[in-house]
Structure formats: C-alpha cells, structure tokens
C-alpha cells in the first residue's frame, strides 16, 4: 500500500501541515505507524479526500467514469497494481487463509471466533441466477430477524448467505476458496455500488445482496463470465490464439482479457492461472492477438474447470463477503446515497 510521509501528503492536497493534522483531528484522514515514529498517510485516503474537496459537479462526473472512489471505504484499495483488502494483500489471504478468516476480516477487521462464525459449510440452495434471486427475496419477507440491521444480526445473515450460494459449488476445494477470496471485493463496482445504495436505505441484507446481484448479472460485469467460457469452448476446437482471431475477424463480444486498474496484468487472475495447464498458452495468446493480459473472469473459467455458469456463481459467492462488509460500514453512515442529474445543452 502507497503512503506518503505528512510533508508529501500536504502537498498532494495542496494544504499546509498544520491543515493536514486538523484534517486527522477531525477524523477525515487515519495516519498509520512508519519507521522512527513517522506517521505515514496511505495514498487511497488522501485520494478520496482531495475528490470530495473539489468542486461538486467535477468530483461526481470524475467518480461515476472510473474515477477516484466517490464514497469513503476502509474495506478495499487497488494500490500500484495490487489489491488490499484493509491493508492486507488480498493474495495473501487467498493463500494463508479460510473462508470464516476473510469474512470476518472484511466484515469487522475481526476473527471468526469474535463474530461466532465457523468454517464455511455449505448449504442446499439456490443453483442458479434465477434462484439466486428469487431465495433472497423469499427471505427478505421470512426471515424477520434480518430487519434488525444491528452489526451482529448483519454478519449472522450475511453468512447464511454465503452459506448457501456456496452449496451450489464443489467445496471444499482449494482452488474454490482461493477463488472465493479473490472475488470477495474490488474497490466500487457498479455491484458495490448497488449494494451501498440499498444498504444506505436501510434495506435489510437480502435485498443488499439482491440489488448487488442482479446488477452483477449485466453482461459488462459478472456476466462476462459466461462470454469467457463461449471463448473457452470455441477454443477447444482450434487453440486459443484462432479463437481469438476468429473473433475479432467476425466483430464478436470478446471477455476475458484486459482491466484498467491492472496495465500490467490482474494479479488475481495470474494467481488463478498459475493452477491451469493451459494458462501460459492463453496468456501468450492475448499478449500476441490483443496486447492484453487475461482477467478474472477467463481464470475463474479456466483455473476451476466448472460446468457452464460455474464461473459466475463463484463469482457472486465470493462477492456477497464485500457486499455485505460495504452494508456493514454504509449501515453506520446516516446519510442516503443521491446523484443528481445534469442536462446537457444543445440536445433536443
């Protein structure tokens, strides 16, 4: 994680010191120890800051096209091309640690035993989208217990959540877990996105997880697991550098290649195709064909070998741990998350 030392960071705001300190007495920066008792500011937080110091209109235009983060979150940070999950590398975890020990560091930087979660056992459920939606709004009405948004009732459905999408899986797996941790959260997605707003509501976390997913669902976001798996089986009749060929030549939907946060390539799906035999031979591919490296979504397809739509459903199982630790830190703010709309002039 990036941090800079309290001169670098008043001179990244543009402020002086002695604003920066006020800026940590108020609560809107949280310096963390260096070496020789220097306080060290993480670069996340002094960008989050410096968005909402500017102008209104300018900072919400830049936040909703791939800008700077446009709500204040602890949870995750995308530092120099790799992921964090509060603080801690998200490969890290994905290879030391269970399911119960990410969730509940995501949840309250806290250990299971803390928050009464045992290992993750997997419950029958829902094997589908479709069921996927229609269970959590099932028990959006019958589970009364859910309406109480207090941070321990929250962690207790969250995890019967993840409980049971996880049913739908072969776990446990080795690589089903690292794969679940992997997918657990990255930064605000438009999914996050949707969760913190229902979250902001007070929408109880079945339907936290129900607006999440259902966006999550778009062909732009979790869906293109399913373009990546029809490239995956074109390429089982040819090889995959005249899969991708073949593609372009017919203007086709091409997924699985390329992130922007990621120049360099998605460290989560280089970790995942580190367990495939045919990983080096996609990755060669897409360097060759697209100058692109492959994404999460061709690796889950690839390092898990599932049936058709097993991609996805790992990948909203692992992210139902950050929708409902973004429920979780949105539950404390009392305010509701609302855009405002802009004309645009000369359109008629």
């Known amino acids: 994680m990036k941090t800079l030392d309290a001169q670098q960071a008043a001179d990244y705001l543009e402020v002086s010191k002695a604003t920066l300190y006020a800026y940590v007495s108020r609560g809107l920066l949280e310096p963390i120890g ?3 008792r220097r306080s060290l500011y993480p670069l996340f937080q002094l960008e989050q800051l410096r968005l909402q110091r500017a102008r209104p209109r300018q900072a919400a235009q830049s936040a909703l096209d791939w800008g700077l983060p446009s709500l204040p979150s602890q949870i995750c940070q995308i530092q120099q091309g790799e992921l964090f999950y509060r603080a801690r590398p998200a490969l890290q975890l994905a290879q030391e640690k269970s399911l119960a020990e990410v969730a509940a560091w995501l949840w309250r930087s806290s250990t299971p ?8 056992r ?3 459920g829902p094997k589908n989208l479709v069921q996927m939606l229609s269970w959590l709004a099932q028990q959006m009405e019958t589970d009364h217990s859910s309406w109480t948004l207090h941070p321990d009732s929250v962690v207790k459905t969250g995890w019967t959540i993840f409980q049971t999408f996880l049913g739908a899986l072969p776990y446990p ?4 877990r690292q794969a679940l ?5 990255h930064d605000l997605t438009a999914s996050t996105l949707s969760a913190r707003i229902a979250a902001s509501t007070q929408a109880n976390p079945y ?3 129900m607006a999440a997913l259902a966006t999550l669902s778009g062909s732009r976001h979790g869906g293109a697991c399913a373009l990546a798996e029809a490239l995956v089986e074109e390429a089982a009749r040819s090889n995959p550098r005249q899969a991708l060929v073949s593609r372009l030549k017919r203007g086709d939907a091409l997924a699985g290649f390329g992130h ?3 120049p360099k390539g998605d460290p989560r799906a280089r970790l995942l195709l580190g367990r495939s035999p045919v990983g080096q031979e996609w990755t060669e591919a897409g360097l060759e064909v697209l100058g692109e490296y492959p994404s999460l979504d061709l690796a889950l397809v690839l390092a898990l070998q599932l049936p058709s739509g097993g991609a996805f459903q790992v990948f909203a199982c692992g992210r139902v741990l950050g929708w409902i630790a973004h429920a979780l830190e949105q539950y404390g703010d009392p305010k509701i ?3 405002r709309s802009s004309t645009k002039q000369g359109i008629g």
């Open 207 to 209: 339907a936290v997880v």
């Open 122 to 124: 997997p419950l029958p």
């Open 260 to 262: 922007r946060l990621y």
């Open 337 to 339: 998350i609302r855009a």
């Open 181 to 185: 941790i992997l997918c657990a959260d």
């Open 34 to 36: 260096g070496p020789n």
């Open 173 to 176: 797996d080795e690589g089903i």
């Open 113 to 120: 035993s803390e928050l009464g979660l045992a290992e993750a």
